[in-house]
């Protein structure tokens, strides 16, 4: 039969397979170690608490629960350095020989396009748009354009 650490009293066999000391207050307070607990993957919809333990630890260091959509303040990036889009980086470079076609393929994707106007309709400016999606005001009022013109068969 298992004891208690503190007071010496016997444990219940079940409470003796998790804790080393019983139930009495002045146990309890004595022997007890609170848990640190972090929220992770908050959105809008729901939060996810875990224990802080050395395996949580170990996965927060790597990234895991980090969303990339994030500004570079909880990425941890430094507020110096910028990432550049794919769509802003890459060039559009015509094949060799031929000129550039006036449907030529836009520099942004549908989703950058489909969340600029969500954006638009809630009021926000193209400046306001274009920092958020990291693309520069031209390429936001292009996308802005191209989504109100009626699509060409």
Avoid: F
């Avoid at 397979?17 to 022997?31: G, L, V």
């Avoid at 006036?102 to 193209?126: F, K």
Wanted: proline share 7%; charged share 25%.
């Amino acid at each position: 039969m298992a004891h208690c650490v503190t007071c010496g009293n016997e444990l219940h066999p079940e409470r003796a397979e998790k804790y080393d000391y019983c139930t009495r207050r002045e146990c309890r307070e004595q022997n007890a170690k609170p848990l640190t607990v972090v929220s992770v993957g908050v959105n809008k919809a729901a939060d996810q608490y875990l224990i802080l333990d050395d395996r949580t630890k170990g996965d927060l260091a790597a990234g895991k629960y980090q969303d990339q959509r994030k500004s570079g303040s909880v990425t941890g990036e430094r507020s110096g350095s910028k990432r550049v889009p794919a769509a802003r980086a890459a060039k559009r470079v015509p094949r060799s020989g031929a000129s550039p076609s006036p449907r030529a393929r836009p520099i942004w994707s549908r989703s950058q396009q489909d969340l600029a106007v969500i954006y638009n309709a809630r009021g926000m400016s193209p400046e306001e748009i274009a920092g958020t999606l990291g693309l520069s005001r031209s390429v936001v009022t292009q996308m802005l354009l191209a989504a109100k013109s009626p699509a060409k068969p």
